[in-house]
């Protein structure tokens, strides 16, 4: 690469040029850089150092993702993201790529991320002498009559060399004769011809024909050339040749132009007559390219198009048409064919750079995406607008160098629209205009912009009392409106108006699920309702809360039986006694039986009934107010003592009821019930001993059975010799004087006694009779041993206090 730079006098330098730099993150600069290179270097061959005329080191370099904006563009170089050197990829042929454009150009971008910058490079590939001139055809026969007046003009033809500037074909060198020499013009178009030029007239007679070598050589070093044969043969007499009616025949043609048009009619005439006037047309040295695409009407000398025409691929054509006589004298003409661009290329979208996901915070005119639009149209054909579809919070604005950004336009909102399908249309200005529309997808990534939202402004849990220990009383959610980290809730407690033990031991919450717990089974008449707070917080970063109230109310249920205050179900006041006076009346209020309920509601509504009493129809119970009040009056045939049992129920499902046994006495005073207490007392005591003796003699039975069945199933094993060893044990028939039970043990559970061997003296039945304990001072009569207690004060009789 140096030699080549030294040999070509310094033409391969760089330049670079800086058009754009913005430092503010969100625009996009631009830059130019140019280099200058040989066509033909080998692959692998350093163009330059990319890093180093951007200004960037080689960490820098790999860290901004420096790349090719297309893929297509990179095809002949390649690009060391780790040094930065540019590199040739495959073998650049400058007239495989430009044809015979004078200044041969590659154009791609380079984008550089981070920020983003666009680099345009520009690639000037220079010609070497690679190609020699070439004559399209093989050898050149002319035909000449000897009448042919010196000074005549014979058109050879051009030599093509593919090489531009001074590699390519630059002079004519004819081999040395006494008739012809060689006349080098350049045409409009920079193409070198030759024309034969008779100096001197023909004999045929002497010399029929004539055999010359024509050379053509390009400027290059070294230099290249090509010869061709020219066999001239001298005819007779035709001394008129073709005229064109003009030297050069221009015309215009619409690429679109369909097959078969006629492009052009040349015309020549002939003052000859006869044969030597017929006029035969041809192309004459007709390049490759307008082959495929043109033919000739031979006798009328009309073009007609055989090909479509594309106006990207060849923009004109020159044509050589000769027109031969019958005598074989042959004159030429140019048709030069202008073609017309036509609006038949649909502008390109490319996408250079895409920043998705896009945060939902963005500030406006944050850069989204880098787009390239081309049109391989010219004019206005090739002139490119660029506009959204649908009303997006977005727009897009024309960069440099048909690049557009794609640019944030109002704030976004990911609750609201997530994700974004953004049509880009870019239309072109020809008639009509051809548009193209790409889509880009665009994701929103979400923030942490929404607080937990509760369904209500505050919750009301109603819970029944003896509920079980960690039972799941309900579930509180809250919802957030973000995604992912940020949407995920967590629940606490904060507080509570429970002050004597810490909300923990009453309530707790699933922290992930809402879920609310009792820590413990509510009693209802302990307490009836509490409050507490219930916090629920994001995953976010910082993260959102939002509180809310939760009030918690204790529903009753019938768990608590009815209790009676009076008169009082005390064990050791077994027999409770009222005084009723013989002259009570009807509707006499005897005493008042009075109960409670711990629970509320319909659970302590309380009924009273009697269920057992002595004489039914002697008393009423009032149902609700729990009055014993007398049916009728006392009649002399009525007992002095009666007993009453009460229930008392509430109304909860199921029904809880308790129940009182009262004794009543009729009696003016206590003198006279005294007698009918005492009989109730000792009656109840008896009954309290008998009760004692009956289930101490079961026991005994049963222990003396069982041991009397084994006595005697052993004496049977053994055979022993004293037969009256269990006469004890044997059962004997029932009998008062040989009973060792009280008297009244025939009421028991067994038909028959058993006779025991046991001494006398343990056959005593001892019975202890108890005397109540009565206490008699200042006219109070409190009978601890009854349960009554009364006072005569001033004729009345007024209760005691109710032990």
Same mark, same amino acid.
């Given at each position: 690469?140096?030699?080549?730079?030294?040999?070509?006098?310094?033409?391969?330098?760089?330049?670079?040029?800086?058009?754009?730099?913005?430092?503010?993150?969100?625009?996009?600069?631009?830059?130019?850089?140019?280099?200058?290179?040989?066509?033909?270097?080998?692959?692998?061959?350093?163009?330059?150092?990319?890093?180093?005329?951007?200004?960037?080191?080689?960490?820098?370099?790999?860290?901004?993702?420096?790349?090719?904006?297309?893929?297509?563009?990179?095809?002949?170089?390649?690009?060391?993201?780790?040094?930065?050197?540019?590199?040739?990829?495959?073998?650049?042929?400058?007239?495989?790529?430009?044809?015979?454009?004078?200044? %041969?150009?590659?154009?791609?971008?380079?984008?550089?991320?981070?920020?983003?910058?666009?680099?345009?490079?520009?690639?000037? =590939?220079?010609?070497?002498?690679?190609?020699?001139?070439?004559?399209?055809?093989?050898?050149?026969?002319?035909?000449?009559?000897?009448?042919?007046?010196?000074?005549?003009?014979?058109?050879?033809?051009?030599?093509?060399?593919?090489?531009?500037?001074?590699?390519?074909?630059?002079?004519?060198?004819?081999?040395?004769?006494?008739?012809?020499?060689?006349?080098?013009?350049?045409?409009? &178009?920079?193409?070198?011809?030759?024309?034969?030029?008779?100096?001197?007239?023909?004999?045929?007679?002497?010399?029929?024909?004539?055999?010359?070598?024509?050379?053509?050589? &390009?400027?290059?070093?070294?230099?290249?050339?090509?010869?061709?044969?020219?066999?001239?043969?001298?005819?007779?007499?035709?001394?008129?040749?073709?005229?064109?009616?003009?030297?050069?025949?221009?015309? $215009?043609?619409?690429?679109?132009?369909?097959?078969?048009?006629?492009?052009?009619?040349?015309?020549?005439?002939?003052?000859?007559?006869?044969?030597?006037?017929?006029?035969?047309?041809?192309?004459?040295?007709?390049?490759?390219?307008?082959?495929?695409?043109? $033919?000739?009407?031979?006798?009328?000398?009309?073009?007609?198009?055989?090909?479509?025409?594309?106006?990207?691929?060849?923009?004109?054509?020159?044509?050589?048409?000769?027109?031969?006589?019958?005598?074989?004298?042959?004159?030429? %003409?140019?048709?030069?064919?202008?073609?017309?661009?036509?609006?038949?290329?649909?502008?390109?979208?490319?996408?250079?750079?895409?920043?998705?996901?896009?945060?939902?915070?963005?500030?406006? *005119?944050?850069?989204?995406?880098?787009?390239?639009?081309?049109?391989?149209?010219?004019?206005?054909?090739?002139?490119?607008?660029?506009?959204?579809?649908?009303?997006?919070?977005?727009?897009?604005?024309?960069? $440099?160098?048909?690049?557009?950004?794609?640019?944030?336009?109002?704030?976004?909102?990911?609750?609201?629209?997530?994700?974004?399908?953004?049509?880009?249309?870019?239309?072109?200005?020809?008639?009509?205009?051809?548009?193209?529309?790409?889509?880009?997808?665009?994701?929103?990534?979400?923030?942490?912009?929404?607080?937990?939202?509760?369904?209500?402004?505050?919750?009301?849990?109603?819970?029944?009392?003896?509920?079980?220990?960690?039972?799941?009383?309900?579930?509180?959610?809250?919802?957030?409106?973000?995604?992912?980290?940020?949407?995920?809730?967590?629940?606490?407690?904060?507080? !509570?108006?429970? *002050?004597?033990?810490?909300?923990?031991?009453?309530?707790?919450?699933?922290?992930?699920?809402?879920?609310?717990?009792?820590?413990?089974?509510?009693?209802?008449?302990?307490?009836?309702?509490?409050?507490?707070?219930?916090?629920?917080? /994001?995953?976010?970063?910082?993260?959102?809360?939002?509180?809310?109230?939760?009030?918690?109310?204790?529903? /009753?249920?019938? &768990?608590?039986?009815?209790?009676?205050?009076?008169?009082?179900?005390?064990?050791?006041?077994?027999?409770?006694?009222?005084?009723?006076?013989?002259?009570?009346?009807?509707?006499?209020?005897?005493?008042?039986?009075?109960?409670?309920?711990? &629970?509320?509601?319909?659970?302590?509504?309380?009924?009273?009934?009697?269920?057992?009493?002595?004489?039914?129809?002697?008393?009423?119970?009032?149902?609700?107010?729990?009055?014993?009040?007398?049916?009728?009056?006392?009649?002399?045939?009525?007992?002095?003592?009666?007993?009453?049992?009460?229930?008392?129920?509430?109304?909860?499902?199921?029904?809880?009821?308790?129940?009182?046994?009262?004794?009543?006495?009729?009696?003016?005073?206590?003198?006279?019930?005294?007698?009918?207490?005492?009989?109730?007392?000792?009656?109840?005591?008896?009954?309290?001993?008998?009760?004692?003796?009956?289930?101490?003699?079961?026991?005994?039975?049963?222990?003396?059975?069982?041991?009397?069945? =084994?006595?005697?199933?052993?004496?049977?094993?053994?055979? !022993?010799?004293?037969?009256?060893?269990?006469? %004890?044990?044997?059962?004997?028939?029932?009998?008062?004087?040989?009973?060792?039970?009280?008297?009244?043990?025939?009421?028991?559970?067994?038909?028959?006694?058993?006779?025991?061997?046991?001494?006398?003296?343990?056959?005593?039945?001892?019975?202890?009779?108890?005397?109540?304990?009565?206490?008699?001072?200042?006219?109070?009569? %409190?009978? *601890?041993?009854?349960?009554?207690?009364?006072?005569?004060?001033?004729?009345?009789?007024?209760?005691?206090?109710?032990?």
């Amino acid at each position: 690469m140096e030699r080549k730079k030294k040999k070509n006098g310094g033409a391969y330098r760089r330049q670079v040029l800086l058009l754009l730099q913005l430092s503010f993150p969100y625009w996009v600069a631009s830059e130019q850089i140019h280099y200058i290179i040989p066509e033909e270097m080998t692959k692998g061959s350093i163009v330059g150092n990319l890093a180093k005329d951007l200004g960037l080191s080689n960490k820098e370099l790999a860290k901004r993702n420096v790349h090719a904006a297309s893929v297509d563009d990179m095809k002949y170089f390649r690009i060391n993201t780790e040094n930065g050197d540019f590199y040739i990829n495959e073998r650049i042929d400058r007239e495989k790529i430009c044809g015979k454009i004078l200044f %041969c150009l590659v154009n791609f971008e380079i984008v550089i991320e981070n920020p983003l910058n666009i680099f345009h490079v520009n690639i000037k =590939i220079q010609d070497i002498n690679d190609n020699a001139p070439q004559f399209l055809n093989g050898n050149i026969n002319l035909e000449t009559s000897e009448v042919t007046l010196p000074g005549t003009k014979f058109l050879l033809g051009t030599a093509e060399d593919a090489d531009i500037g001074i590699n390519s074909l630059q002079n004519y060198q004819l081999s040395s004769n006494p008739y012809f020499i060689l006349e080098v013009e350049e045409s409009q &178009d920079g193409n070198k011809f030759a024309d034969l030029v008779l100096q001197k007239p023909l004999d045929r007679e002497s010399q029929e024909y004539i055999h010359l070598v024509l050379m053509a050589m &390009d400027g290059g070093e070294p230099r290249k050339n090509s010869t061709v044969q020219i066999l001239i043969n001298i005819t007779d007499a035709n001394d008129n040749p073709p005229i064109f009616t003009q030297e050069i025949y221009r015309v $215009s043609l619409t690429e679109n132009a369909p097959i078969g048009t006629t492009v052009l009619q040349t015309s020549a005439s002939d003052d000859d007559e006869g044969i030597n006037a017929q006029i035969r047309y041809h192309f004459s040295n007709l390049p490759i390219k307008a082959q495929e695409k043109f $033919s000739m009407d031979p006798i009328k000398g009309v073009i007609i198009l055989i090909k479509t025409l594309d106006f990207e691929e060849t923009k004109e054509y020159i044509i050589t048409v000769a027109a031969k006589d019958g005598g074989g004298l042959v004159t030429h %003409c140019k048709v030069q064919i202008q073609i017309i661009d036509e609006n038949d290329n649909f502008p390109e979208i490319t996408v250079v750079s895409l920043f998705t996901p896009l945060p939902e915070n963005s500030r406006s *005119e944050t850069l989204i995406a880098l787009i390239n639009v081309k049109d391989k149209d010219a004019g206005d054909n090739g002139k490119i607008t660029c506009y959204l579809q649908n009303d997006l919070p977005f727009k897009i604005l024309p960069s $440099s160098n048909n690049y557009y950004k794609l640019i944030t336009d109002r704030p976004l909102d990911r609750e609201k629209v997530s994700q974004y399908n953004i049509t880009i249309t870019a239309t072109d200005k020809g008639i009509p205009p051809l548009n193209t529309n790409k889509t880009i997808f665009l994701q929103i990534s979400d923030i942490n912009d929404n607080a937990p939202a509760f369904e209500k402004a505050s919750y009301s849990i109603y819970v029944p009392e003896n509920n079980p220990s960690g039972a799941s009383i309900f579930q509180i959610q809250a919802f957030d409106q973000d995604v992912e980290q940020n949407s995920q809730v967590t629940y606490s407690i904060l507080a !509570s108006n429970i *002050e004597e033990l810490p909300i923990s031991s009453y309530i707790s919450i699933h922290s992930e699920t809402g879920i609310i717990y009792a820590q413990r089974s509510f009693d209802y008449e302990q307490f009836r309702e509490f409050q507490l707070q219930v916090k629920a917080k /994001d995953g976010g970063n910082p993260p959102l809360s939002n509180n809310v109230t939760v009030r918690v109310f204790i529903l /009753d249920r019938n &768990d608590n039986s009815p209790q009676i205050l009076y008169p009082s179900t005390n064990s050791k006041d077994s027999a409770l006694f009222e005084m009723v006076p013989h002259s009570a009346e009807a509707d006499y209020l005897v005493t008042k039986v009075v109960a409670v309920d711990a &629970d509320s509601g319909h659970n302590a509504w309380l009924s009273y009934q009697l269920i057992q009493a002595t004489e039914p129809a002697l008393f009423t119970v009032g149902s609700h107010t729990g009055e014993i009040r007398t049916a009728r009056t006392f009649l002399e045939r009525d007992a002095m003592k009666h007993r009453l049992v009460l229930l008392v129920k509430d109304n909860g499902q199921p029904p809880l009821s308790a129940s009182v046994t009262l004794n009543l006495v009729f009696a003016e005073n206590f003198q006279e019930a005294l007698p009918e207490m005492k009989n109730q007392m000792k009656s109840s005591e008896d009954q309290s001993d008998l009760q004692f003796y009956l289930v101490v003699a079961l026991a005994v039975m049963s222990f003396l059975f069982l041991l009397s069945v =084994i006595l005697a199933l052993t004496m049977k094993l053994r055979q !022993s010799e004293n037969p009256r060893f269990l006469q %004890c044990f044997a059962p004997v028939p029932h009998t008062k004087s040989g009973a060792i039970f009280p008297s009244n043990f025939e009421e028991g559970p067994l038909p028959y006694s058993y006779q025991l061997c046991l001494s006398s003296e343990s056959r005593k039945n001892e019975f202890a009779v108890l005397t109540p304990n009565i206490h008699i001072a200042e006219n109070v009569l %409190c009978d *601890e041993k009854f349960g009554i207690s009364f006072t005569e004060v001033g004729g009345k009789k007024l209760p005691c206090e109710v032990r």
